[in-house]
């Protein structure tokens, strides 16, 4: 055994581990990086929020104490955790959530509908406190209109913007800039249905997809690049549906949903309050599926970080039918 002078090894707070099936992780929501670790990792590190680490070590055969030794080291190398005297010195991270507002996302599908009613949809949003909103445009959709939709935004409650953009003429770089420039709400700004050479990407938060996007149907889709590690994603994820939570939508035809996908509608914005929706038990039926009540998900090491779907399932319990991934075999298929 190394001749530490601290007693215990702890990860640092900020750095949740997940037990699946065969392996698990160790998620760092502070860096936004997670580490694939054994199951038997995983039960060390368990033992060790407890127990010395010369009590874990001499716990040990004498062919795996080096084996302790080595891994040790890795986790401290990766910055990943410490040496401390006491445990009760470096409490776990506090996972209680307050959102006092009554919806904090909001998905838009842009149209010449819910153009002509955009200042009522904002009011209300801002009324519920709302603080993202994404609008997508799946024709092609003017960048004078669009500039007229964002203008209303400012002085609300919305905090953050994101925008997907079809492809078209005037979505040249110099344009998008000058719309970034003055809304600087606006955190990320995508061009679907777009050749990779078409656009000089000359900021971070400009990107493209060169694949088209005609409807909501190109939704869903669930791959470590959809991957979300942060501590609010993970304080969220326990208690909540990281996809539908304090979410709501309003479609190309100004219908009101949970999600684009969702097949259930709640009425048209033209002719119903926000804040009377939301406040349904039906409107909230999903917001209480975590990935612990998902079949398979809830054996998954990527369950922390991984978006959700709810629907594109056969039922609201099932995985999502668009995520490829098989934490029995740890492939993708």
Not at 144 to 153: A, E, G, R, T, V
Not at 171 to 190: D, E, G, H
């Amino acid at each position: 055994m190394k001749a530490y002078k601290k007693r215990y090894f702890s990860l640092f707070n900020n750095c949740i581990t997940v037990k699946g099936i065969n392996r698990s992780t160790i998620c760092d929501l502070q860096k936004g990086e997670y580490y694939l670790i054994s199951n038997k990792l995983y039960d060390t590190l368990e033992t060790l929020k407890t127990n010395s680490f010369k009590t874990v070590f001499q716990s040990l055969p004498a062919t795996e104490r080096n084996d302790l030794d080595n891994v040790i080291s890795k986790l401290l190398n990766a910055n990943l955790g410490h040496f401390v005297d006491n445990l009760s010195s470096f409490p776990a991270l506090n996972n209680d959530i307050v959102r006092p507002n009554f919806i904090e996302d909001c998905i838009i599908e842009l149209s010449n509908i819910n153009f002509k009613h955009f200042q009522r949809i904002i009011t209300q949003l801002s009324e519920l406190g709302c603080r993202t909103i994404e609008f997508r445009a799946y024709k092609i959709f003017s960048l004078n209109k669009l500039d007229s939709i964002l203008k209303q935004c400012v002085n609300t409650s919305i905090s953050n913007i994101e925008i997907y953009l079809r492809y078209h003429g005037n979505l040249n770089t110099f344009n998008i800039n000058n719309l970034i420039s003055k809304y600087p709400l606006i955190s990320k700004f995508v061009i679907h249905s777009c050749s990779n050479s078409t656009l000089n990407l000359s900021s971070a938060i400009i990107s493209y997809l060169p694949n088209k996007i005609s409807s909501h149907n190109s939704c869903g889709v669930i791959t470590p690049n959809n991957f979300v590690i942060n501590t609010m994603f993970y304080s969220e994820g326990l208690k909540y549906n990281t996809c539908l939570y304090k979410k709501i939508s309003i479609n190309e035809s100004g219908e009101i949903t949970n999600c684009p996908s969702l097949k259930f509608k709640f009425g048209s914005i033209i002719n119903n309050n926000l804040y009377t929706i939301i406040t349904t038990k039906l409107f909230k039926q999903y917001w209480k599926i975590t990935k612990d009540k998902i079949k398979t998900c809830k054996v998954c090491e990527f369950r922390r970080i991984c978006s959700d779907c709810r629907a594109y399932v056969n039922n609201p319990y099932d995985k999502p039918i668009k995520c490829s991934y098989d934490p029995f075999t740890n492939t993708h298929h």
